[in-house]
């Protein structure tokens, strides 16, 4: 990917930036797809299933009245979101896109992960989304860079 998301450009975005780009998930770069599955391992398998499975009963609140981690695969809300949102997600962590005191068990992965990182890791996510959802997933994405 020729260029990486930046700190300021993120911010930018969440500000509302017409100009944000879109399509930000290198999905069909199989090194990059390799590296995210890697990291996807390390960070986010524990939460959301080695298969991206999520956990059980992921739109029940738990005990604490937070949500379980949903899936990642065709089955979750993951592909319901545009890149950007994502990205953010990743980033900041849900509670901090949310706010109003919103609590979350999803971390904010900005220093751990580089902005390179998190889209790999997002690249490996959508490359295994079925071709028709992919294709409704670029579509948002166009329509939200439309806006």
Not at 6 to 19: F, K, L, N, R
Not at 50 to 78: C, V
Not at 101 to 129: H, P
Request: charge should be negative; proline fraction near 5%.
């Amino acid at each position: 990917m020729a260029a990486v998301v930046t700190s300021m450009g993120a911010y930018a975005w969440a500000q509302g930036d017409p100009g944000a780009p879109v399509n930000l998930f290198p999905y069909s770069d199989a090194q990059a797809v390799a590296r995210g599955a890697q990291l996807y391992t390390e960070n986010c398998a524990a939460c959301h299933g080695a298969s991206l499975e999520g956990q059980a009963d992921w739109r029940i609140r738990n005990e604490n009245g937070r949500m379980p981690a949903p899936p990642h695969d065709e089955t979750g809300h993951t592909w319901h979101h545009p890149d950007i949102q994502l990205f953010q997600i990743v980033k900041y962590g849900t509670a901090a896109l949310v706010g109003n005191g919103y609590q979350s068990d999803m971390a904010a992965f900005g220093d751990m992960l580089s902005d390179r990182q998190i889209l790999e890791v997002m690249a490996y996510i959508k490359s295994t989304w079925p071709k028709d959802i992919i294709e409704r997933h670029n579509a948002m994405n166009a329509a939200v860079a439309a806006q």
